[in-house]
T-cell receptor, first 109, second 114 residues
Framework: GQSLEQPSEVTAVEGAIVQINCTYQ??????LSWYQQHDGGAPTFLSYNALDGLEETGRFSSFLSRSDSYGYLLLQELQMKDSASYFCAGTDSWGKLQFGAGTQVVVTP | ETGVTQTPRHLVMGMTNKKSLKCEQHLGHNAMYWYKQSAKKPLELMFV???????ENNSVPSRFSPECPNSSHLFLHLHTLQPEDSALYLC?????????????FGSGTQLSVL
């Protein structure tokens, strides 16, 4: 099985940078995904890391370190619309996806 | 719009009722999923269907009964639920069931059991 730990809430001001950490304990770890969910909305896919290193997609970047069983999602140039919950999810080698409990990001003016 | 549609958006039911949740995907995907989302908890995988065949059932109580009549539609039939079953039920789909596939979620059905 897997377990993933991430902070429950992060607050930051517009224009700032936020890093959401995710640590995992899993057997047969395969890759780490990130999803965003606005209140009342569907979770939407942001990124997937199968290899160590940084993946950049616009203002959002995701990082993975397999040796440290750790990853993070970096949100840059924060905007009000980035207020949402962010979930990390680990995939094991059997194709099973396990989600963390989510981090509520609150962006203030 | 993710291409995955769930109905109804909200549902209130008594413990003796029978109801069904519906999910439809217009993406041509081969795998469909039911997840349960409770406040401050990780999403819990309930069922997985791949090519209309159930491939995973994560120890879900029998009062939840899934049905996948074709690759575009997924149902979750509910009967004699308990108050602790109140949660957001999310449907998702992916191209295949390889694990590194991107999941496309619907907006969910917010279920309240009285």
């Amino acid at each position: 099985g897997q377990s993933l730990e991430q902070p429950s809430e992060v607050t930051a001001v517009e224009g700032a940078i936020v890093q959401i950490n995710c640590t995992y304990q899993t057997s047969g770890f395969y890759g780490l995904s990130w999803y965003q969910q606005h209140d009342g909305g569907a979770p939407t896919f942001l990124s997937y890391n199968a290899l160590d290193g940084l993946e950049e997609t616009g203002r959002f970047s995701s990082f993975l370190s397999r040796s440290d069983s750790y990853g993070y999602l970096l949100l840059q140039e924060l905007q009000m619309k980035d207020s949402a919950s962010y979930f990390c999810a680990g995939t094991d080698s059997w194709g099973k996806l396990q989600f963390g409990a989510g981090t509520q990001v609150v962006v203030t003016p | 719009e993710t291409g995955v549609t769930q109905t109804p958006r909200h549902l209130v039911m008594g413990m003796t009722n029978k109801k069904s949740l519906k999910c439809e995907q217009h993406l041509g995907h081969n795998a469909m999923y039911w997840y349960k989302q409770s406040a401050k908890k990780p999403l819990e995988l309930m069922f997985v269907y791949s090519l209309e065949e159930r491939v995973e059932n994560n120890s879900v109580p029998s009062r939840f009964s899934p049905e996948c009549p074709n690759s575009s539609h997924l149902f979750l039939h509910l009967h004699t639920l308990q108050p602790e079953d109140s949660a957001l039920y999310l449907c998702a789909s992916s191209q295949d069931r390889t694990g590194d596939e991107k999941l496309f979620f619907g907006s969910g059905t917010q279920l309240s059991v009285l």
